[in-house]
């Protein structure tokens, strides 16, 4: 097209249809983020533990695959910087810049609760694909 100049494009997205019935789904089984304790909904990320690219249909849609997460922490742990045990524990990646740890005030030590057993089967798949040690 010659109509476009040079500051506009024209742009194919592929939707994700569906993250508003993920969301509703994860608030079922998470009320806030672990990590900083916030509730608000609003100001938190839906964030996949198993990706969204990685997933079926039906893992793309299942609460159990989520976190809520504050969008500092949903960086990270997109980014295999952070993950957490089945048991809750933190794990801190060493690529992870210490400035960060330092000036976020990352606890290192931080247990962020139980997670069910389907959140546990997503976690694993997490520090095995995601998780950079």
Request: net charge neutral.
């Given at each position: 097209?010659?109509?476009?100049?040079?500051?506009?494009?024209?742009q194919?997205?592929k939707?994700?249809?569906?993250?508003?019935?993920y969301?509703?789904?994860?608030?079922?089984?998470?009320?806030?983020?672990?990590?900083?304790?916030?509730?608000?909904?609003?100001y938190?990320?839906?964030?996949?533990?198993?990706?969204?690219?990685?997933?079926?249909?039906?893992?793309?849609l299942?609460?159990?695959n989520?976190?809520?997460?504050?969008?500092?922490?949903?960086?990270?742990?997109?980014?295999?910087?952070i993950?957490?045990e089945?048991?809750?524990?933190?794990?801190?990646?060493?690529?992870?810049?210490?400035?960060?740890?330092?000036?976020?005030?990352?606890?290192?030590?931080?247990?962020?609760?139980?997670?069910?057993?389907?959140?546990?089967?997503?976690?694993?798949?997490?520090?095995?694909k995601i998780y950079?040690?």
């Amino acid at each position: 097209r010659t109509d476009i100049g040079p500051t506009e494009k024209v742009q194919l997205v592929k939707a994700r249809t569906g993250q508003g019935i993920y969301k509703k789904n994860l608030l079922q089984i998470e009320k806030g983020c672990r990590l900083t304790g916030l509730k608000d909904s609003k100001y938190l990320i839906a964030s996949h533990i198993k990706p969204w690219a990685d997933s079926d249909d039906f893992e793309k849609l299942d609460g159990n695959n989520g976190l809520l997460l504050s969008p500092h922490y949903d960086k990270l742990f997109d980014k295999g910087l952070i993950s957490f045990e089945d048991n809750g524990d933190i794990l801190i990646s060493p690529r992870i810049n210490k400035e960060v740890i330092h000036l976020w005030d990352i606890d290192l030590n931080l247990n962020v609760g139980q997670f069910n057993s389907q959140q546990i089967e997503y976690l694993n798949f997490h520090r095995l694909k995601i998780y950079k040690q």
